[in-house]
C-alpha cells in the first residue's frame, strides 16, 4: 500500500470520527468541540462516541469505566 493511500484512509477515517463525535455529544459542549475539533485528539473523539466523557454543564456522566478502545 502506497503513503498516499495511508493518508487519504486516514483522512477518511478521521472525517468519519469528527462527525459521529459531534452527533454523539451532549449540547452543552457540541459547539466547544466543532470550535476545536482539529486539536481533538482521535482518543478524545472515539470517548466521546464510547459516551465516555463527562459534563459539568449539564451533569452527563460517563457511562462505562471500561478501558480505551
Same mark, same amino acid.
Given at each position: 500500500? /502506497? #503513503? &498516499? !493511500?495511508?493518508?487519504?484512509?486516514?483522512?477518511?477515517?478521521?472525517?468519519?470520527?469528527? =462527525?459521529?463525535?459531534?452527533?454523539?455529544?451532549? &449540547?452543552? #459542549? $457540541? $459547539? @466547544?468541540? %466543532?470550535? !476545536?475539533?482539529?486539536? %481533538? *485528539?482521535? /482518543?478524545?473523539?472515539?470517548?466521546?462516541? %464510547?459516551?465516555? $466523557? @463527562?459534563?459539568?454543564?449539564?451533569?452527563? =456522566?460517563? *457511562?462505562?469505566?471500561?478501558? =480505551? #478502545?
Amino acid at each position: 500500500m /502506497q #503513503l &498516499s !493511500n495511508l493518508n487519504r484512509d486516514y483522512s477518511h477515517y478521521r472525517v468519519w470520527l469528527e =462527525k459521529q463525535a459531534l452527533l454523539q455529544i451532549c &449540547s452543552c #459542549l $457540541y $459547539y @466547544d468541540l %466543532a470550535d !476545536n475539533i482539529d486539536a %481533538a *485528539s482521535d /482518543q478524545e473523539l472515539i470517548d466521546y462516541i %464510547a459516551d465516555r $466523557y @463527562d459534563c459539568d454543564m449539564c451533569g452527563h =456522566k460517563s *457511562s462505562q469505566s471500561g478501558d =480505551k #478502545l
